[in-house]
């Protein structure tokens, strides 16, 4: 039964289609801060999840910006997917004390997991996503046996080009792996932010069965 796993959408910013992903139980959205990204948060939407937990994502942003979108949004998890150090995250915690941090690690190797020991204890969850070209929304799996690796004390999401046709593939692998959810964005997209409901409500009741 797979009724706890966390459901994270993320590249969300039309109102209406914010409205309607939540509106199939997810647990967690995505807003990404990151002015470089094709999937950047320009202007609040008119609308913004009540009953999803709502995520900021940024990298490299100075604790400053974080804290002023924490307070505009009303965060209740802010990501952090650049190279943010360990010293870093205690500051942000230091301001941002009740918001939930994810730590994303750009994952190819076994060799890639060893970044993750100096966050233990720091974050709430490591988010492992797929080394590409751009930080995030490659729209590209990694090889997930490499999280067999994987021995650490923090839960984690998957994440990295999860898509409509890898139901299967992804029960069979939360059932071997102590994985807390998964994020999905790019390969359920019509356009750029904007989420095709069909297809992410189908595969949600597929995983969730």
Not at 28 to 54: D, H, T
Request: glycine share 8%.
């Amino acid at each position: 039964m797979m009724s706890d796993l966390l459901v994270k959408v993320c590249g969300m910013r039309d109102a209406e289609n914010i409205r309607e992903v939540e509106a199939l139980g997810i647990d967690l959205m995505g807003f990404i801060f990151w002015p470089k990204s094709s999937r950047y948060v320009s202007e609040r939407p008119a609308y913004l999840p009540r009953q999803a937990k709502r995520v900021g994502v940024f990298v490299d942003a100075d604790i400053d910006d974080i804290r002023q979108r924490v307070q505009d949004y009303r965060l209740d998890f802010i990501q952090l997917h650049g190279h943010e150090s360990p010293d870093f995250v205690r500051q942000l915690r230091s301001v941002c004390g009740d918001t939930a941090i994810i730590k994303a690690f750009n994952i190819a190797t076994t060799e890639d997991l060893f970044q993750t020991e100096s966050y233990e204890g720091l974050v709430d969850y490591f988010l492992f996503d797929t080394k590409g070209k751009s930080v995030g929304g490659n729209g590209e799996k990694f090889d997930w046996s490499v999280l067999d690796a994987y021995h650490g004390h923090t839960p984690f999401l998957l994440s990295g080009g999860i898509g409509p046709d890898d139901a299967e593939r992804v029960t069979t692998f939360l059932t071997s792996h102590k994985c807390a959810g998964i994020d999905l964005n790019s390969r359920f997209e019509l356009a750029l932010g904007l989420k095709d409901i069909h297809q992410l409500k189908e595969f949600i009741k597929k995983i969730r069965i």
